[in-house]
């Protein structure tokens, strides 16, 4: 691997899933802010990876085929990354295509809710912001939420509405761990615990966590990302020093100008950690 590439964003959404770029235009921008290698990492879903990789070698920078999968663990929602994925691998795009199944019923179940709040109309408001229908999630009710003026921006609809405990929060069963793992690494990739200071766990349920996500198979946590604050990159250094783990670092973008996560902003991981990327030639 060349010694001189410094800007590894290896987490990022396209309107493939809830960012609101297409493909190409998040790789136009990862380019034009300094991103030299970059991993397009949708929700449950490659379908933005052909483009994406064109669209990157057309821009003169390295692309890593990625997807973040949703998994339900202990009855919270967990992110797994996969980078460096054979996008054309069955069990892969088999397992992705069960996961995405649920969300339709999921958002009428959503709608529903926020119907019952005194909000009518989310679910096809949610759709308008959905370019994947398949993939309708939170982000695009949030997106809604602000539109209609229900509440000032979509990161306010996750404070009033869609999170456990308010309106509009419908719990759902998404894959497994050692499920989603497994895929990913039957398809060739590695798998990278993805924003692990979000998921609001106690000191003992994350340490439960990291250590069934070793013993099935995950290699790396996410360190230095837009989903920590910088507390977070010091905390999660630590922990990924002590279990061993690869670090990752990407900036979580979604949408120009929603929420802090943008490409070229985020600092570079301590020296003392093992990049996920150590060992690519890219
Ligand atoms: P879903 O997969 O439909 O449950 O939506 C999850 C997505 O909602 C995440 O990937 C984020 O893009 C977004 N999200 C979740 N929590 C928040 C939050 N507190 N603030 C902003 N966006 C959030
Ligand atoms: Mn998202
Ligand atoms: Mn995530
Ligand atoms: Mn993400």
């Known amino acids: ?7 590894f964003d290896l987490h990022c959404h396209s309107s493939v899933s809830d960012g609101s770029l297409a493909p190409e235009a998040v790789v136009a921008r990862a380019a034009a802010q300094g991103v030299e ?11 933005g990876l052909d483009a994406a990789r064109a669209a ?8 890593v085929d990625g997807v973040e999968v949703s998994v339900t663990w202990r009855g919270a929602t967990i992110h797994i990354v996969g980078l460096r994925i054979d996008p054309d691998h069955p069990a892969l795009l088999a397992g992705l295509g069960s996961v995405r199944s649920g969300r339709l019923g999921r958002a009428r179940r959503i709608g529903d809710e926020l119907a019952e709040a005194g909000i009518e109309g989310t679910f096809e ?8 229908p398949s993939m309708v999630g939170r982000t695009h009710f949030a997106r809604y939420l602000a539109e209609i003026g229900a ?4 990161k306010s609809a996750f404070r ?5 405990g308010k309106p509009g929060y419908v719990a759902h069963e998404w894959t497994d761990l050692a499920t989603a793992i497994g895929w990913i690494r ?14 609001s766990l106690s000191a003992g349920a994350l340490e439960d966590l990291m250590n069934e996500f070793r013993a099935a198979g995950g290699e790396a946590i996410e360190v230095v990302t837009g989903s920590h604050s910088p507390d977070q990159y010091g905390l999660f250094a630590e922990i990924a020093r002590k279990h061993d783990f690869l670090a990752s670092r990407g900036s979580d973008f979604h949408s120009p100008g929603e929420g802090n996560a943008d490409f070229g902003k985020l600092p570079p991981l301590v020296k003392f950690l093992t990049p996920v990327w150590h060992d690519w030639t890219v």
């Open 125 to 132: 408001g949610a759709l308008k912001y959905a370019a994947n």
């Open 186 to 199: 039957a398809a060739g990739g590695r798998a990278v615990m993805a924003h692990p200071g979000r998921y």
């Open 160 to 164: 009033k509405y869609l999170v456990p």
């Open 56 to 63: 990157a070698s057309a821009a003169g920078i390295a692309f």
């Open 151 to 154: 509440v000032p921006d979509s």
């Open 1 to 7: 691997m060349a010694g001189k590439i410094t800007d």
């Open 37 to 47: 290698v970059l991993a397009l990492t949708d929700h449950d879903e490659i379908g």
